[in-house]
């Protein structure tokens, strides 16, 4: 074999030799894998619930114009209460044939139209007032409200940052604890953290004539976030 193809060989073998010893350093590199957890607080700022009106009749036209007379109480409850006509959505309606069974035989009871009206209010304090004069109508149903923040983003992304936060607290800690330091991050993913339905609570609120009202005080709302942290472990010396 000539000195050309000896000093090739060579240099392959050596290649071989270093690739080999950079594995065997990869599958030996310590890490510390933690979960971080955190939250925010913060009082709700929208609330969302909808009424149901529904009416059977052997007319179509009759069965509409039933719920539409209903409706449009409805809509007047919401102007007198003072939310706004984009806060309101009564776009929803449905139309079907209503049957019956009664001993195994199907009766046809006429056309049932069911519609919907969905509020969306940023002022919560109208929610009380506006409940008291939808109470007074003939709906068929009148849904609990929904809680929510209009700045959901923000705050989940805040509590995202209290939970890397104290996941890396959790990684440095148990690093010390073990004779080592906290190196590098070598992978992070977000977690499922469930978001509780913030409480809404009925408080009496006392008016000017010294008789009791019926008010709502809204209770704060965890937004919770978690992530799972992976970190590499350098030896003690290289702190």
């Given at each position: 074999?000539?000195?050309?193809?000896?000093?090739?060989?060579?240099?392959?073998?050596?290649?071989?030799?270093?690739?080999?010893?950079?594995?065997?350093?990869?599958?030996?590199?310590?890490?510390?894998?933690?979960?971080?957890?955190?939250?925010?607080?913060?009082?709700?700022?929208?609330?969302?619930?909808?009424?149901?009106a529904r009416s059977t009749?052997?007319?179509?036209?009759?069965?509409?114009?039933?719920?539409?007379?209903?409706?449009?109480?409805?809509?007047?409850?919401?102007?007198?209460?003072?939310?706004?006509?984009?806060?309101?959505?009564?776009?929803?309606?449905?139309?079907?044939?209503?049957?019956?069974?009664?001993?195994?035989?199907?009766?046809?009871?006429?056309?049932?139209?069911?519609?919907?009206?969905?509020?969306?209010?940023?002022?919560?304090?109208?929610?009380?007032?506006?409940?008291?004069?939808?109470?007074?109508?003939?709906?068929?149903?009148?849904?609990?409200?929904?809680?929510?923040?209009?700045?959901?983003?923000?705050?989940?992304?805040?509590?995202?940052?209290?939970?890397?936060?104290?996941?890396?607290?959790?990684?440095?800690?148990?690093?010390?604890?073990?004779?080592?330091?906290?190196?590098?991050?070598?992978?992070?993913?977000?977690?499922?953290?469930?978001?509780?339905?913030?409480?809404?609570?009925?408080?009496?609120?006392?008016?000017?004539?010294?008789?009791?009202?019926?008010?709502?005080?809204?209770?704060?709302?965890?937004?919770?976030?978690?992530?799972?942290?992976?970190?590499?472990?350098?030896?003690?010396?290289?702190?």
């Amino acid at each position: 074999m000539g000195d050309m193809s000896m000093r090739y060989l060579t240099a392959l073998l050596c290649s071989i030799a270093l690739s080999a010893c950079a594995l065997a350093d990869d599958s030996q590199q310590r890490f510390v894998s933690v979960t971080g957890e955190g939250f925010v607080e913060a009082v709700p700022d929208t609330l969302t619930f909808s009424v149901v009106a529904r009416s059977t009749d052997s007319s179509l036209e009759q069965a509409q114009a039933n719920t539409a007379t209903i409706i449009n109480q409805v809509l007047a409850a919401a102007r007198k209460t003072g939310v706004a006509e984009d806060r309101i959505d009564s776009s929803q309606t449905q139309a079907r044939p209503e049957y019956e069974w009664r001993k195994q035989e199907r009766y046809y009871l006429g056309q049932t139209v069911i519609r919907t009206v969905s509020f969306r209010l940023t002022d919560l304090e109208q929610y009380p007032a506006l409940l008291t004069r939808l109470s007074e109508l003939k709906l068929n149903q009148i849904n609990s409200p929904q809680l929510s923040h209009s700045q959901q983003e923000a705050l989940q992304m805040a509590a995202l940052k209290v939970a890397i936060a104290a996941g890396k607290r959790k990684a440095t800690l148990m690093a010390n604890e073990v004779g080592a330091s906290l190196g590098q991050a070598l992978q992070v993913s977000e977690g499922r953290a469930m978001q509780p339905q913030p409480r809404m609570m009925m408080a009496e609120a006392a008016r000017a004539d010294g008789g009791q009202e019926q008010g709502y005080s809204y209770a704060l709302q965890r937004i919770n976030a978690s992530v799972q942290l992976r970190y590499a472990l350098n030896s003690a010396d290289a702190r």
